[in-house]
C-alpha cells in the first residue's frame, strides 16, 4: 500500500490525481490533501478519501475546513501555511508527493519533499524552472525519486532508456523532440491578439487545465518553461531540445537517438496516463483514459515555432541562456503578468512585455541558495507590479 501527499488537491492536476487513486483502492491510500481557497471542494475531498491531514491557506480558512468536517463527521487534523504543507509533504507517514500546487508557492514543499527522500510526481514545473540546480542536487543528495508529472516529460522519460543518468551523449540522444500545441492562438491573426480575453486565452483547444497553465500555453511561455523543465531533468542542452509544433497533442514528446531512431509515447490528451504511469512506475495500472484510436484521429502534423508571434518562448530561451536566476525572474515577472491579464488589468500582449522589460531591467545573479532565488523572486514580482501599474488600456 502507498501512501500518497497532494499538494494543490483541489487543481485540475489533484482531481485527476484523485480519480486514478479511487480507480485502485488496494495499492493507495491519502495520508494528506491540501487546497489554498477552494475550502468546499477540499472537505468534499476528505469526506471521500479521509485523509489524515489537510492544510489550507489561512487561519480562516481552516476554521471554516474543521468546521465542514465536523458537520460531515470527518476525522482529519487540519492545519494551514506553507510550514505545514512542508510538513505533510516531509512526514514520515507518506511515501509518494504529488507536486500539484500552481507557481513559486509550490517550491517550498517540492523542496521539503526532496529533503525527505520521498517519490515526488512533479506537476508543479515552476518550482524546478526557479531551482533547477538546486532542486535536482536535493533530490540527488537525499535519494528522492523523481518523476515527471508534465506531459511533454513524462512522454520523454518513458521514450529514453531505464538506465538513462541525465547525460544525452551518453546513451545515443541526439535531441529531445518537445511538442506543444501552440494552444489557442496558434493560428489567429496576429494583429488581434492585443484584443483576446481571459477566456478565449483560456479555451485550449486540446487540454482542460488551471487558469495560469491555460494562459501560459496560448502565450508559449507554458513550452519555454518546459524547455527549462527539460533541461535540469535531462541534462540536455538548449541546443539539444527542440521545440515542435503539433497542434493534434496525440505525440506527447519524443527521443531522437544518434541512430537515426525516434521513439515516442501517444496517448489521448488526458493527465491521468502520466499521473497513472508515475504513480506505478515502474508498473502499469488503468487510468481511466481512453484507448488511442488513431484511424480515428487519422492526420498528424508537425512545423517550427514562430518565435515572432510567441515571443515568450524566446525570453525562456533566453533566461536559460542567462542561467542563474534568470529563469526564477523570468518565472516571477510571468505569475505577476498572468494574473494581471486574468483579472483584466492588461492586455494579451503586453504579459510578453512586462516579462521582457524585467528581464531588461533587473540583474541576475548566481542560484547560489534558495533564498537567493526566492529574494530574486520577491525582486522580479515588485518590478513587474510596477510596470503593469504604469500599462495603460
Ligand atoms: P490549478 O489552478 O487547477 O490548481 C492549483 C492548485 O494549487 C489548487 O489546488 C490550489 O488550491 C493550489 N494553490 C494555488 N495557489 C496556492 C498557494 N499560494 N499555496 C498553496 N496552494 C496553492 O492548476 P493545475 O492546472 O492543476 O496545475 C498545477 C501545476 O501542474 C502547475 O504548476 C501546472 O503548470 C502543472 N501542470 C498542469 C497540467 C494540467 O493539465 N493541468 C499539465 C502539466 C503541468
Ligand atoms: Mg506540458
Known amino acids: 500500500m502507498q501512501s500518497i501527499t497532494i499538494l494543490g488537491a483541489t487543481g485540475s492536476i489533484g482531481a485527476s490525481t484523485l480519480d486514478v487513486l479511487a480507480r485502485h483502492p488496494d495499492k493507495y491510500k491519502v495520508f494528506a490533501l491540501t487546497a489554498h481557497s ?4 477540499l472537505a468534499e475531498q476528505c469526506a471521500r478519501f479521509r485523509p489524515a491531514r489537510a492544510v489550507v491557506g489561512s487561519a480562516a480558512a481552516a476554521r471554516l475546513l474543521s468546521a465542514l468536517l465536523k458537520e460531515r463527521g470527518v476525522c482529519c487534523d487540519v492545519d494551514y501555511g506553507e510550514a505545514a504543507l512542508c510538513e505533510v509533504a516531509a512526514a514520515a507517514e507518506t511515501d509518494s508527493v504529488m507536486a500539484a500546487i500552481v507557481g513559486a508557492a509550490g517550491l517550498a514543499p517540492a523542496l521539503a519533499a526532496a529533503r525527505a527522500g520521498k517519490k515526488i510526481l512533479l506537476a508543479n514545473k515552476e518550482a524546478l524552472v526557479m531551482s533547477g540546480q538546486l532542486f535536482m542536487d536535493a533530490v540527488q543528495q537525499h535519494g528522492a525519486t523523481l518523476l515527471p508529472i508534465d506531459s511533454e516529460h513524462n512522454a520523454i522519460f518513458q521514450s529514453l532508456p ?11 540522444v541526439a535531441k529531445i523532440l518537445l511538442t506543444a500545441s501552440g494552444g489557442p492562438f496558434l493560428a489567429r491573426a496576429v494583429e488581434t491578439l492585443e484584443h483576446v480575453t481571459p477566456d478565449e486565452a483560456c479555451k485550449h483547444p486540446n487540454w482542460v487545465m488551471g487558469r495560469k497553465i491555460s494562459v501560459d500555453s496560448a502565450t508559449m511561455m507554458n513550452k519555454g518553461l518546459e524547455v527549462i523543465e527539460a533541461h535540469w531533468l535531462f541534462g540536455a542542452s538548449a541546443a539539444q531540445i527542440e521545440v515542435v509544433i503539433h497542434p493534434q497533442s496525440v505525440i506527447h514528446s519524443m527521443v531522437s537517438y544518434v541512430d537515426g531512431s525516434v521513439l515516442a509515447q501517444l496517448g489521448n490528451p488526458d493527465m491521468r496516463t502520466p499521473i ?3 504513480l506505478a512506475f515502474p508498473e502499469r495500472i488503468e487510468s481511466g483514459v481512453a484507448q488511442l484510436d488513431l484511424t480515428a484521429i487519422g492526420t498528424l502534423q508537425f512545423d517550427k515555432p514562430d518565435f515572432a508571434r510567441f515571443p515568450c518562448l524566446a525570453l525562456a530561451f ?4 542567462a542561467g542563474g536566476t534568470a529563469p526564477a525572474l523570468l518565472n516571477a515577472a510571468n505569475e505577476v503578468a498572468v494574473q494581471a491579464f486574468l483579472d483584466g488589468r492588461i492586455g494579451f500582449r503586453d504579459i510578453d512585455r512586462v516579462i521582457s522589460r524585467v528581464m531588461f531591467d533587473l540583474e541576475h545573479g548566481a542560484a547560489s541558495s534558495i533564498e537567493a532565488v526566492m529574494a530574486q523572486d520577491a525582486r522580479a514580482r515588485g518590478a513587474a507590479e510596477k510596470i503593469v501599474a504604469g500599462v495603460t488600456r
Open 38 to 41: 477552494r475550502v468546499e471542494a
Open 318 to 321: 533566453e533566461a536559460l541562456a
Open 162 to 172: 531505464q538506465s538513462y543518468a541525465r547525460s544525452p551523449q551518453g546513451c545515443g
Open 276 to 278: 497513472a504511469h508515475a
